[in-house]
């Protein structure tokens, strides 16, 4: 056999281990590996990209360029190599230096050489200090400043980005006729404003660090009669939030403001960030930490829901960091729990939620598979691809129990009593009350 995929498959053996786990396809026509999968290299920049960038940035480059295609669902494809590689024992094993030299050469024999291929137009650039303000504006500005009508077909009608909380159904599956995501997404609202304590008395003041789209504080608003100030930098997270304000006649209750959450000022009756603590990075924790502490008045409850993370890549990996949400940073819970305890939290409870978020992943991938055909009108086919790796690899590293989430609950430490009750109240156990 003669031809790009065959030499290719040949110079890769040694250092896989065993054949190609794909049906590998070459941009001359040329194919090899085993049956399974078909994967195709549409151009030669697809190993310039590989061997530039080996591992998971490079074949992320190659698949959001269009420089690669596969059949297939993009998670089936992602969990193949998980389980060739565990299988093979090649995440523990470091290759010989033969087996890199021959892969070397057989990926520059085939065209791995050349012009050096340009970053996809969606990988996302920041510059400047780490957690400057204005590093962290284009941070957030590359992924949520992107129109809000995408993501209405992508989230739920309240528009929530966060982990849901699914309380019937089946959480190895995902949302069905007779439970959706809205009815998740409504049951981890009212869980938040439960367990701070929104449900006490009407007009409570709440501020909701890391807004988003505004379904948190329009929930509290409208259901619990709560005063919401909401702080966001994206400008269109903003607007929306503002429309819905208007829409729905809660320009007395909410109120949204463009302002780093370092610039919040005020005390308040309950303080809630959901999901956006992992943006502050280590650094800028302390002083994330210490705003929280801040705000809360008295014995005011403080909700933090966070993703965490054990070992390499702290932020979620290279494609992550390239793509979604650069100079992220997640943690064992362990370590997000002593740095809130040293900004003088005291904290109360801890709600792991992980598996709730491979459900709510699950739905998004439902409803972005539904509104392609729209989705493709709205965005460039880049920026549908880096979706479909994102989605797929957030619900391997949550499925797979690489990543988790977690609800913790604190309050400002004092002498004596908490303020919370001496019993756990109805409503915040696992499962639903």
């Known amino acids: 056999m003669t031809g790009v995929a065959p030499a290719l498959e040949q110079s890769l053996r040694p250092l896989l281990r065993g054949p190609l786990p794909v049906r590998l396809t070459a941009w001359d026509g040329s194919t090899a590996g085993a049956t399974g999968p078909r994967v195709r290299l549409n151009h030669p920049d697809a190993l310039r990209r590989l061997l530039r960038h080996p591992g998971e940035l490079g074949a992320a480059q190659a698949y959001v360029a269009g420089d690669v ?3 297939g ?5 992602l969990q193949l190599f998980r389980h060739t590689g565990e299988e093979r024992g090649l995440a523990h094993r470091r290759p010989g230096a033969v087996s890199l030299v021959k892969a070397l050469r057989g990926v520059i024999a085939a065209g791995g050489l050349g012009r050096r291929p340009p970053d996809p137009a969606s990988q996302l650039k920041v510059r400047g200090r780490l957690h400057s303000r204005a590093r962290d504006r284009d941070a957030i500005h590359g992924h949520y ?5 995408f993501y209405e077909l992508v989230l739920d009608r309240s528009m929530a980005y966060s982990c849901a909380y699914v309380t019937r159904g089946d959480l190895g599956s995902c949302e069905t006729a007779g439970y959706t995501l809205e009815d998740a997404q409504h ?3 009212d869980l938040v404003c439960r367990k701070v304590g929104l449900d006490a008395r009407p007009g409570m003041r709440l501020l909701d660090v890391g807004c988003g789209w505004g379904a948190l504080a329009l929930h509290a608003a409208d259901r619990y009669g709560a005063k919401v100030t909401g702080v966001t930098i994206s400008e269109e997270q903003k ?11 809660l320009g007395d209750r909410v109120s949204v403001e463009l302002r780093d959450y370092r610039d919040v000022t005020g005390r308040y009756d309950a303080v809630v960030s959901l999901e ?3 943006h502050a990075g280590d650094k800028g924790y302390p002083d994330y930490a210490r705003v929280l502490h801040d705000a809360a008045d008295g014995d005011a409850r403080v909700l933090v829901q966070q993703m965490s993370r054990r070992g390499r890549h702290p932020g979620g ?3 992550i960091e390239a793509f979604i949400a650069p100079d992220m940073t997640m943690r064992p819970v362990g370590d997000t729990i002593e740095l809130l305890e040293a900004a003088g939290l005291e904290v109360r409870d801890v709600h792991a939620l992980r598996e709730h978020y491979a459900w709510t992943v699950r739905s998004w991938q439902r409803r972005f598979e ?3 055909a729209e989705i493709e009108q709205l965005v460039p086919a880049e920026t549908v691809r880096v979706w479909e790796l994102y989605l797929a690899g957030g619900l391997l590293a949550f499925e797979e129990g690489r990543m988790g989430v977690d609800q913790i609950v604190a309050v400002r430490r004092r002498p004596g009593r908490s303020g919370l009750p001496a019993v756990r109240p109805p409503g915040w156990s696992a499962a639903h009350d």
């Open 317 to 319: 990996g290279p494609f």
């Open 276 to 278: 956006m603590g992992e």
């Open 370 to 372: 539904l509104h392609r």
């Open 69 to 71: 295609e596969f059949d």
């Open 187 to 189: 049951d981890k609202l």
């Open 145 to 149: 400043d992107v129109r809000s009508d």
């Open 73 to 77: 669902e993009v998670s089936e494809l």
């Open 239 to 249: 607007a929306f939030v503002d429309r819905r304000i208007h829409e729905r006649g």
